[in-house]
Structure formats: structure tokens, C-alpha cells
């Protein structure tokens, strides 16, 4: 086994006992449960104790999760699906260009480049206003 | 095994029940028309997706000095002005302050191009122009938020002569200091040239589902039972509204800006190495010789608080100031704690140096 799958195979381990040990948390207060014993009493508060068992439940699962998100397996894992998903994006968006140029139809990027070349004149006419209000503005007398 | 059902039990049920279909009522099938951001302002510039916001002073003589606030790229600067009684606008403008506030908009694909020395030398130049000849005074002050604190860092570092004070707010700048994000965004776990090359702007659904997944359980389940259990609680209810809305208003973030905030930031930490270059100019530190303060949040599970805290060390700044606050990343710009017991004294800190 190479020492990559093994670290992997450690992680995966790890995160099957943290979940398990949860779990038999979990059930021990799920069986102590009155509404699981015939001999609960009238008025007993029922509420309460799902309520405990929702946040042992809670605070061990956000536990877990957060251990799970911080493995770099988990890191990896994720960084990998973003790849294929980045590979699959490209592939699509190519094929959909492609198409419409051979239909003489414009595509996104023409209609990107247009939004952009009216972006840039916005900001050559911000310049120019910046211009005339700089030559408005009382100018400064130096005394001789 | 058998099951008691009495007649309080059914009680029970049906109060369960009816808090349900409650519940899911205001977040699912009629929600509430819920505004945020509405302290009256104009807009006095724009410039593509950018506005400039100018608050509408309350008091008769504002401060002389005004302040630029500069939000992040991811989701919209409307945190910082939530509602009535949960906005740091409210608090500063209370306080005398004359406050600007940079919304970035909502960039299209055609903005995938902008990079760090765009919203630098560009945006924020020219807002600090405009802010500087409307005041009629010589400097600004500037107070960055996360992402926005960063880039409020570099221009001040770029352009000295412009700032009379800096406020960091969570502000990333050594991120070689260990988090989730820091971790997912390594090189070897993440190609953002192949991510960015594939879908030209970060897409808000990315960046929003990665935020989710920093803490899954509080996301995903606590928040809605918690939601629930003060469904009856009209106040909160109004609250947990208004940060729903903000928190699911996301936005893309320019690819360019993107690729360099993970390139040179999160996989190479040039900034802390000094080896930031924006259009060719190092982005040296310690040329910010303006007082500073920086606000860091103890709990802060996206920027962690050396990441912030290191700041301090690296400028040349004589009057600087930390706090550390016993808050979480929003907490610190919405919890009642803070809009209580720090953001008074933030607006007394700049009060005493404009």
C-alpha cells in the first residue's frame, strides 16, 4: 500500500470511529428517553429530553464535520472535484462558442467584449469630468 | 416498547405543528418583504457596477474629516447596514462621522478582467478623489472590512498621502497562519488558474457553498432549529430575516482579482514577504505611518486572528491600536454586543483624530 492511500485509509478510520463513538452517545440518551418506557408519568417533560438529545447530537456531529472539512483529505478531495468540474465548464462553454460563431449568431465573449469597451469609455468620461471639475475649482493665488 | 399518547402529548404535537408551519411560512412560502441598507443616502458617483454612498449626516456640523468604508468583493457591504437599530452606519453617523460607503456591485462576465490594481489605483483612487473634493477636506479616513480591509491596507501603503487614519476590520493579511481556508486554497490542493481560466469569475454559488461548509452543522441545521425554537420571538424572527437575506444575496468575484487574492495572498502570503507588487509598485507596509486601529474577532472562523493581529507589527504607524473582540466574523459588525460596546468607541477613536 503506498504511504498516500494509507494516510488516506487512516483519515477514513479516524472519521468512522469519531461518527461511531457519536452515535453510541446518541442512543444512550435515545434509550433513557421516557418516551421509550412504559412507565413514564403524566406531565413528565418529554420536550427536555429530546431537546438533550438534539444537542448532544448537535455539538458531537459539528465537531466531526468540522474535523472532516479540516483533513486535507477533505481538502484534496474537494480541490479535485473542482478541477473536473472547471474541465467540464470549458469543454461545454468551447462547444456552445464554437456553434454559435459557425451560425453567424454573436456569442458571450462578443457580448463581454462590448459591455467592456463601453466600461472603458465610462471611465474615460469619469476622467474627463474629473478633468473639468479639477479646472473649476477656485485656483490657489500665491502670494509674490 | 409502546408509545404513551395522551392528551398532553397531542397538546404537544400540535403546538409542534403549528411553530412549524409558522416557521416554515416566513422562510419558505410567504416570506416577508424584508429591507436592508435603508439609512437614507445619495449616491454620488458611480463608475461600471461601482456606487459611492453618502450618508445623510444627522447631525448639524459632521465631522470634518469623512470616512470611505470598503466592504469585501464577496456578498454586499449592506452588513454594515443592516436595519434600524443593527447598522454601524447608524452608530458612526449618531456619533458626528460623515460616511461613504463603497457598494462594488455585482460584477458580470464581462468584469472578469479587473484585477487588484483596478480596484486599487482605479476604484479606490477615484472614490477617495470624489470623497476628498465633495468634503473639501485634504485626507480621509478609511475602514476596511475583511477582504475590503485588505485592499484598504494596500492602498494605504500605496498612497499614503491620502489616509488620515486606517480601521481594519478582520482584516486577512499573514495567511500563512492555519485555517479551512487557508488549507483548501493551497497549491496542492487548488488549481485557481484551471478554475478561473474555465469560469472567469469566482461564481457566487462557489463561494457560498464553500462558506457553508467551513462549519455544516451550525449552517445547515443548528441555525433553522434555532430559527424554530424563536419562531414566536418577533424580534428575532426580524433579525434572523435580515441576515438571511444578506447572507443569501451572494455575488461573483472578478476572476482576475480571484486568482491574485489566492495566488499572492493565500499560496504565496507576498504581502506579509513583502513581495506584493500592484502595477509594478511594492506593496510596502510600513509605509502606513497614519494611526491604525485594528479590530479583530476572537472567534473569527474565515480570517483567524493572528492572520489580523500581526498587522500592528508591520507597520510604522506610532499610534496603533488592537481590540480584540469576543465576537465571531458578522458579530463583530452586527451583534448587539458590539454595536453596543465597540463601535462607539471605534467612532470616539477617530473623533479624537480627524
Known amino acids: 500500500m503506498s504511504k498516500e492511500s494509507s494516510d488516506q485509509s487512516e483519515q477514513y478510520k479516524n472519521f468512522y470511529q469519531a461518527w461511531e463513538k457519536t452515535m453510541t452517545e446518541a442512543m444512550d440518551i435515545w434509550k433513557s428517553n421516557p418516551l421509550f418506557n412504559e412507565e413514564v408519568q403524566e406531565g413528565a417533560d418529554k420536550g427536555a429530553q429530546y431537546k438533550k438529545f438534539y444537542e448532544t447530537w448537535e455539538k458531537s456531529s459539528s465537531e466531526i464535520m468540522e474535523k472532516w472539512v479540516n483533513s486535507p483529505l477533505f481538502a484534496a478531495n474537494i480541490g479535485k472535484a473542482v478541477d473536473r468540474s472547471s474541465e467540464l465548464k470549458k469543454y461545454f462553454d468551447e462547444a456552445v462558442e464554437k456553434t454559435l460563431k459557425n451560425m453567424r449568431f454573436p456569442t458571450k465573449s462578443d457580448i463581454d467584449r462590448l459591455h467592456t469597451s463601453i466600461n472603458n469609455l465610462e471611465e474615460k468620461i469619469n476622467d474627463i469630468t474629473d478633468k473639468i471639475e479639477d479646472l473649476n475649482q477656485p485656483k490657489k493665488t500665491s502670494k509674490k | ?354
Open chain 2, 1 to 354: 416498547m409502546s408509545i404513551n399518547y395522551t392528551e398532553s402529548t397531542m397538546r404537544e404535537a400540535e403546538k409542534i405543528r403549528d411553530k412549524f408551519t409558522k416557521a416554515i411560512e416566513l422562510t419558505i412560502t410567504d416570506p416577508p418583504d424584508v429591507q436592508i441598507g435603508t439609512t437614507p443616502h445619495d449616491v454620488v458617483f458611480t463608475e461600471n457596477k461601482l456606487r459611492l454612498l453618502h450618508y445623510r449626516p444627522v447631525v448639524k456640523n459632521p465631522q470634518a474629516v469623512p470616512l470611505i468604508l470598503i466592504f469585501a468583493l464577496i456578498n454586499r457591504p449592506s452588513i454594515l447596514d443592516l436595519k434600524p437599530g443593527r447598522s454601524v452606519v447608524e452608530v458612526l453617523l449618531s456619533k458626528g462621522i460623515d460616511v461613504y460607503l463603497i457598494d462594488w456591485g455585482a460584477p458580470g462576465d464581462e468584469d472578469k478582467h479587473l484585477d487588484l490594481n483596478h480596484y486599487i489605483n482605479r476604484y479606490i483612487k477615484q472614490v477617495v478623489k470624489k470623497v476628498k473634493r465633495i468634503s473639501g477636506s485634504p485626507k480621509v479616513s478609511i475602514l476596511g472590512y475583511c477582504m475590503g480591509g485588505t485592499m484598504a491596507a494596500m492602498y494605504t501603503a500605496l498612497h499614503p498621502e491620502d489616509v488620515q487614519n486606517l480601521i481594519l476590520l478582520t482584516a486577512g493579511i499573514d495567511y500563512k497562519v492555519e485555517g479551512t481556508l487557508t488549507l483548501w486554497g493551497d497549491k496542492e490542493n487548488f488549481d485557481v488558474d484551471k478554475f478561473i481560466d474555465a469560469y472567469g469569475n469566482a461564481p457566487a454559488e462557489f463561494l457560498q457553498s464553500g462558506f457553508i461548509f467551513l462549519k455544516p452543522v451550525e449552517n445547515m441545521i443548528s441555525k433553522y432549529v434555532n430559527f424554530y425554537e424563536n419562531v414566536d420571538n418577533e424580534a428575532f424572527v426580524e433579525n434572523f430575516l435580515a441576515m438571511e437575506k444578506w447572507l443569501n444575496d451572494n455575488i461573483a468575484v472578478p476572476g482576475e482579482v480571484f486568482r491574485e487574492f489566492i495566488k499572492y495572498l493565500y499560496q504565496e502570503n507576498r504581502l506579509v514577504e513583502n513581495k506584493l507588487k500592484i502595477n509594478g509598485k511594492l506593496v510596502e507596509l510600513k509605509e502606513i505611518k497614519c494611526p491604525v486601529m485594528n479590530l479583530v474577532a476572537e472567534r473569527d472562523h474565515l480570517v483567524p486572528p493572528d492572520s489580523s493581529l500581526i498587522f500592528n507589527d508591520l507597520i510604522s504607524s506610532k499610534d496603533k491600536e488592537t481590540i480584540v473582540f469576543p465576537s465571531g466574523h458578522i458579530g463583530l459588525s452586527v451583534s448587539g454586543r458590539s454595536l453596543k460596546g465597540l463601535w462607539p468607541k471605534v467612532a470616539d477613536w477617530l473623533i479624537e483624530r480627524s
